[in-house]
């Protein structure tokens, strides 16, 4: 190999290496934000959770005030 090819060869290498560079960081910054996201997402599905098994707690059992079934619709 001549010097000038070995030369364009190394040149054309760290243009690559420059752009995958780029590409890793673009890519490092996207998964930093979805983790974010999915973080946050488990904290609010978390509250929901807890708000929902409050209130299933807090509802009446069957034999204490009639059912909903058993209730009639306001149009009555």
Do not use: C, W
């Not at 030369?7 to 290496?17: D, H, N």
């Amino acid at each position: 190999m001549s010097d000038t090819n070995t030369q364009e060869q190394l040149i054309e290498l760290q243009t690559q290496f420059a752009f995958q560079e780029d590409l890793l960081q673009a890519l490092n910054e996207v998964v930093t934000m979805q983790q974010s996201q999915i973080d946050a997402l488990q904290r609010e599905l978390s509250l929901h959770r807890d708000k929902l098994t409050h209130v299933l707690e807090n509802l009446p059992a069957s034999g204490e005030g009639g059912s909903i079934e058993e209730e009639r619709p306001p149009h009555y």
